[in-house]
């Protein structure tokens, strides 16, 4: 098998194990629609849960396993969009929270922060996961500005706890999408894209260790980037053309989901390449040196490529820079 080590590839022999367990939790509305979006976009390999207070939108939901939060706090009509209902109904679920996560060994927290019962239970789901010793990842989206001022100061102190209990945090702030869609653009649509960025995000991650590629990433490549690393950033890009993955990286590089200083200042760098069968190892070593040269020149960046024969001619490059 082969993988990246650093900024050198590592070519090893090894037994065949057991590919890493990883599940997908998606809490509150937000994080539900993100979970129902995933499964509809036919995202694979992972084991999908869904948690919520409000009992009619868990059972609306496709996802296998179903958890409702705070039934007796909540008789199963939500969290008012109080985060401290949210937090209240996963302490009173915390043994049944366990017994979902127990077996993995990476765990995606979603949510969308701002509401109640997200931005609540995601905190508590999370220092619940890294108890069991479970790699932690959130991945949750910061409201957009029409959403108001109350959102917002939910949205700043849901992620500072969150910031606190996992290993990796990345945010993704509703407002920088809207330098992404169209004017036009319906408001049902705008959240849409929301949750195609949060797919993004733990399929980007995931795919590196669960689907054989190119170059092949183990979970202790991801670990090594991901364990206590504190806020992350991500970004993504696409390419068509001759010049597909260079235009790809440069997109992923200077995306609107990133804080201008973030690639620079990274102490750790995940890339993601997926294309079709005919992406080639040259494509791949020009577009990781634009990210590189990006990065600050001790980070460790690690790569995988992986196939998709669905982009036909297309690259699609994620980009998630912790430290």
Known sequence: ????????????????????????????????????????????????????????????????????????????????????????????????????????????????????????????VASVA??????????????????????????????????????TLIAIPNQRLLAVVDRGTPLLEAFKVADTVLLQAVQGISDLILVPGLINLDFADVRTIMSGMGMALMGTGTGKGEHRALDAAQKAVASPLLDETSIEGARGILINFTGGSDLSIHEVEEAARIVQEAAHEEANIIFGAVLDESLQDEVRITVIATG
């Open 130 to 167: 890294k108890e069991l010793g479970i790699l932690t990842v959130a991945v949750v989206t910061k409201p957009f500005g029409f959403e108001g001022r109350k959102r917002a100061l939910q949205a700043e102190a849901g992620m500072a706890e969150l910031r606190a209990v996992v290993d």
């Open 1 to 124: 098998m082969e993988h990246t080590q650093g900024r050198r590839p590592v070519f090893e022999l090894e037994e065949e194990r057991e590919a890493a367990k990883i599940k997908v939790i998606g809490l509150g509305g937000g994080g539900s629609n993100a979970v129902n979006r995933m499964m509809a976009a036919s995202f694979t390999g992972v084991d999908f849960i869904v948690g919520n207070t409000d009992l009619q939108a868990l059972r609306s939901s496709p996802a296998p396993v179903k958890l409702q939060l705070g039934a007796r706090l909540t008789g199963g009509l939500g969290a008012g969009s109080d985060p401290e209902v949210g937090k209240n109904a996963a302490l009173e679920d915390r043994d049944e929270i366990k017994t979902v996560l127990e077996g993995a060994d990476m765990v995606f927290v979603t949510a969308g922060l701002g509401g109640g019962t997200g931005t609540g239970s995601a905190p508590i």
